[in-house]
């Protein structure tokens, strides 16, 4: 009996010394725990995992909590956070959604919290798709970027004495574009141009890829002062951009949907021309070599314009400790390593210092024009609220349109969906104001 | 008697054989291997795919003949992606796979089983509305419950765990209903007699039902078994951490936001069919006969 | 046979005794059904309840500052009144109906094949098992690759197999073929299930029936259609009312590979909805919808347990 009552104390004693320890490491990870959210490719996750641990190591008493989130259900997963209460202290998010993460209330601006050497290394596509316009405040930075060119065969324009643009300036203009896609045609190319369909029909490439052909025509999804999506996206100028895009198609000079994304480098290499991502580069590469050239995006109207926009880093709101979010982002933009990893995969620069150190970005590099475009042409897709609205609208306008439905009608009926979903949302104060 | 000749009479019949098997069964078992070698090809192309270390060659070979060809095959996918720890361990994801499966399955057969049977041999009122009201639930598709089901879990908080991914699939409508219509098909003199027996419910479910069952049981294992191992919507919400994630997530993360990791994610999804199909081959092993005709007789 | 059953408990001694049995053993019976029950209730049905007050409301998928109003039956109205949802309710009963006999057909035509007497009969059943334990993104990337347009696999073998004559299909692409090629994807990917159920109800058929059908001179086609086939009867209603509340839930395959298109020829109400709420972030509206798809498949699998049931 006696000796069962000690056990039993005995039991009590180890049991409270043990939550006591507990109580004191929840007390002591509580004083510098920082949770991130991020997503991204294998190297990706590698790299930021790597670089949390040389984090914690460089600042003792640190935890840092990586939370892994498949860009499957990204936004799912951060509705529900935010619901709950319980948003991690470092976001990382697609450069679109911004708006809207700001307008809920959700973000706060970097800028005091990330070191200002940083934010100035930001080139100035970077320094766009973190802004949000109403404060004009910075919410998110990042080292890459991203965009679009167009690729071709140096051999194959040769051949047909196409001039291969040397710089954003020097692009080509509307006519000479689709002359080249009318001697590739006539010379037996299959599809003169991939337009990267094969993404599918509800993919946020369609407004990510198209948008600049839009404003370079001198027109845009939205219009970006009174925010009003009728008598922008319906303009004529957009029907007219939209209508040459269903020209292209009914001609069969586009590489049809279900015809695959490697068209372009395939054996045979059916598609002559390829308007696609940076990302592309790397597999385009490898089957083509030198053969492969990168030229900018062709400048439809009065002026040039191409995409940018990609996963950026943002700090919310109800963070505990803004002060450390911002020195890890400090830490993790500047970390060798992790830049290197970047670089290995061809990472498009959003920084000018990483910049200077890509090779395939720099001057004489591949991809240089591509760079360039970045200071020159970029242009970030509307930085609104409503803005999932709209590139569903627009998603279901031009896949349409391509099937061949009527531009004026398609278009109209996606500004009106834009235009009812902010009056849904009382305007998006203080948007539209 | 007319049409003597198609009746081949059994004890006269000289047969042949090849390496010990009739020539008939070897025929046999051909005509299946060309039926199963056609429903099956498309699958090469996985197979095929795992091998090519080279992301940028499967992309080059997709579409045409090509894909179902590997000129120097290579473990090297295999190697790489089999890992315990790292950021992406997919060893690790199959372990928690693994153990979600277990426990899924048992707990499963339990728990759905015991509830078809009071459903069918049960004298408590209101089974027939319990059973519509099942079969109606199995109707609400997972996507329209997954958001306030991972706010409820997140307030108990439950997210990132084991217990988060299994409780919600433990009882199932499907497997319910499966069950019943085995259970209704027993004859009733076994109940009958067990009752008379003076059996309780419960020893007559554990005793003489379950015995007889075991094709069932066995297809309830199968499918729950696929189910789980193959569940993605869920887990992709409930998981932050490696720590319970299983590996139909893990495999997610070869999917990048700008192109695909074709040679991991190829590799990766092979090793997960590897365990299930384990599975599926140790359980189907429960496809004889019962013991129901042997039961009648007697 | 009673002598097979262990008598643990002694028959009852007086009539309450006997009450008190019967009350044990209802109140086992009501135990054995409760943890089944508590844990749907908990997982599928609270969750789904909520979902109805969700499509009172106009309800974004994440919070918003602009309150979330009530708008009564607005969403369902909204829905009810959208040829793009009649397109995906129309197409998935056409779906539902191709599908039906091409799945439940092959499967059972293989657990017939799988259960006679065969050498190597377990490895063929793994084999012919595989594809239902492939995940269904796998499945998409392969058939994707299979049905690419012009020069795929498929196509290739179509130009051989008519000598150059057929040209090549657009398979996911021509709003006459995409709908098939889901349903064959479909079907390749999920005949497996049916497949075990009706191995597994094939055992329930005593051999003493074919022996009996045998000696009295029955062909192979007349043990089928006179003792397989109705002795698979309770397997054939739960093949027939899964299969189709299955069919009317197809979502991965669409979303993945042609995401409704072309032009609606493949969207299907899950698709619809998952459009609807995860993309436009209308929270309200998809619950809306997957409501009224609860509806109209609780009505079908009512009508088609009626008239399967069991005349007396």
Known sequence: MLSLGKRFLRQIGTASLASLGLLSATVMTEAGTLKVMFQGDPYEIQAISDAAKRFEQANSGTTVELINTPHDAYNEKFGSMASSNTLPDVIELDAPFLANYVWSGYLQPISGLVDQSLINDMTKSNVSQGTYPPDGKLYAIGLTDSTVVLYGSRKQLEALKIRIPKSVDDAWTKDEFEGALKALASSGVKWPIDLFRAYGTKTEWIPYAYEPILISMGCDLIDRAAWKATGALDSQACVDATTMMQSWAKQGWVVPQSAGQNQFYTEGRPAALAWGGHWFYAEASAKMGEDLVAMPLPKFGAKSASPNGTWIYAISKTSSDPALAGKFLSFMLTDKAYRESYKAHTGFPGLKSFAAESPTYADKGAMATAFEQASKSAVPRPPHPGYPTITLAFQVAMTNIFDGADPKTELAKAAKKIDDDIADNSGYAPFGK | ?298 | MSSQMTSALPIARSASEGRRKKRNNRLQEVAMLLPACLLIALFLLVPFISSFQIALTNQRLIPRPVPTRFVGLGNFAQVLSDPEFWTALLNVVRFTLMILPIQCGMALALALLLNQKLPFRNFFRGVFFLPAITSMAVVCVIWATLFQYPAGPLNQILSFVTFGFAGPIDWLGDTRFAMLSIVLLSAWQAYGFQMIVYLAGLQNIPESLYEAARLDGANSWQRFWHITMPSLRQTHIFVLIITTIQAFKLFVQVNILTQGGPRGSTNTVVQYMFSAGFVDQRLGLASAVSIILFLIVLVISLVQRFVMRDRP
């Not at chain 2, 307030?155 to 499966?178: C, E």
């Not at chain 2, 499918?223 to 490696?242: A, C, D, F, R, S």
Request: aromatic fraction near 12%; charge should be positive; proline fraction near 6%.
């Open chain 2, 1 to 298: 008697m007319s049409g003597s000749a198609t009746i081949k009479p059994h004890a006269v019949k000289v047969r042949s054989t090849l390496l010990g098997l009739a020539v008939s069964d070897l025929v046999k078992a051909s005509a299946v291997a060309i039926i199963a070698l056609v429903i099956v090809s498309p699958l090469f192309l996985l197979l095929v795919a795992s091998l090519k270390p080279d992301r940028f060659q499967i992309l080059a070979d997709m579409g045409s003949f090509r894909a179902f060809w590997v000129s120097d095959p290579s473990l090297q996918n295999y190697r790489d992606v089999a890992t315990l720890d790292g950021s992406l361990p997919m060893g690790r994801y199959l372990i928690n796979s693994m153990i979600i499966l277990v426990i899924t399955v048992c707990g499963g057969i339990l728990i759905n089983s015991m509830a078809a049977f009071v459903l069918a041999w049960g004298r408590i009122p209101g089974r027939a509305l319990v059973l519509t009201l099942l079969i109606g639930l199995y109707i609400v598709p997972q996507e329209s419950i997954v958001l306030p089901l991972l706010s409820l879990v997140t307030k108990v908080g439950l997210t990132d765990s084991f217990t988060a991914q299994i409780l919600p699939w433990l009882a199932s409508p499907l497997y319910i209903f499966l069950l019943y219509q085995f259970f209704i098909q027993i004859p009733q003199e076994i109940y009958d007699a067990a009752v008379i027996d003076g059996a309780s419910p419960l020893r007559i479910y554990w005793s003489v039902f379950l015995p007889m069952s075991l094709p069932a049981l066995a297809t309830v294992a199968i499918l729950l078994g696929i189910e789980t191992w193959n569940q993605y919507l869920w887990p992709l919400m409930v998981t932050q951490t490696n720590w319970s994630r299983p590996i139909s997530v893990g495999i997610a993360s070869y999917f990048g936001h700008d192109s695909v990791y074709w040679n991991s994610a190829m590799a990766a999804s092979v090793l997960m069919m590897a365990p299930v199909l384990l599975f599926y081959l140790a359980f189907q092993r429960w496809f004889v006969s019962s013991f129901i005709s042997s039961a009648v007789k007697g």
